[in-house]
């Protein structure tokens, strides 16, 4: 079955430092791999997406995100986080579930705390 | 345009009260979706639609009733909720249900029964 799992379900990093956000997925085919974000109370918005190619791929907002087949991973990283980077983020892939489409399974989410 | 709008922002409701959510989209997307999220946790999918009808239902109790009046807007009609049902309603569409299209979610409403 498709599944995705972030280990970490907090991460506290100190403004400037650089940070990596954990995913690996589970699923048999080709992933599509998103990253989303959302800030409290609000929808999530997209990050970056993976379907096929280069597997370092250019996000919004300063983020990339780097598939690795053979460790069946697409961590998030950004070189400089900024206070406002503070978020819960998502980890989701595009499953073939339906006959006729993709379903997005997410991971259970990542809680990115900055410190000043 | 990429933007998926959702009303109200903030609903409350008594587990008597009949209401509805509403979505919109500009982008000329074919699939519409909506999912419940509740605090700490992922988004989990309730509906979709797919070219104005219902694809997908996820075992979604029959006090959500969806509807998709046309292509662009999308609503979700409550009645006689439970306090369980609590949550923050996204709405999402994407180019179609298709493959490798990203989704494009709404800001949700929050929902509280009472």
């Known amino acids: 079955a498709q599944s995705v799992t972030q280990p970490d379900i907090h991460i506290t990093v100190s403004e400037g430092a650089s940070l990596e956000l954990r995913c690996n997925y589970s699923?048999?085919?080709?992933?599509?791999l998103f990253w989303y974000v959302q800030s409290p109370g609000q929808g999530l918005q997209l990050l970056l997406k993976?379907?096929?190619?280069?597997?370092l791929v250019q996000g919004i907002k300063g983020f990339e995100a780097e598939f690795k087949r053979s460790q069946s991973s697409f961590n998030l990283r950004k070189p400089s986080v900024h206070w406002s980077d503070a978020a819960e983020y998502f980890c989701?892939?595009?499953?073939?579930?339906?006959?006729?489409?993709?379903?997005?399974?997410f991971g259970a989410g990542t809680i990115l705390r900055v410190k000043s | 345009d990429t933007e998926v709008t959702q009303t109200p922002k903030h609903l409350v409701m008594g587990m008597t009260n009949k209401k509805s959510l509403k979505c919109e989209q500009h982008?000329?997307?074919?699939?519409m979706y909506w999912y419940k999220q509740k605090a700490k946790k992922p988004p989990e999918l309730m509906f979709v639609?797919?070219?104005?009808?219902?694809?997908i239902n996820e075992s979604v109790p029959s006090r959500f009733s969806p509807e998709c009046p046309n292509s662009s807007l999308l609503n979700l009609h409550l009645h006689a909720l439970q306090p369980e049902d609590s949550a923050l309603y996204l709405c999402?569409?994407?180019?179609?249900?298709?493959?490798?299209?990203?989704?494009?979610f709404g800001p949700g409403t929050r929902l509280t029964v009472t």
């Open positions: 999402a569409s994407s180019q179609d249900l298709k493959d490798a299209y990203e989704q494009y």
């Open positions: 699923y048999g085919a080709t992933p599509y």
């Open positions: 993976y379907f096929s190619g280069d597997t």
């Open positions: 989701a892939v595009g499953a073939r579930v339906w006959e006729y489409g993709n379903k997005l399974v």
């Open positions: 982008m000329g997307h074919r699939a």
């Open positions: 639609y797919s070219y104005e009808k219902l694809s």
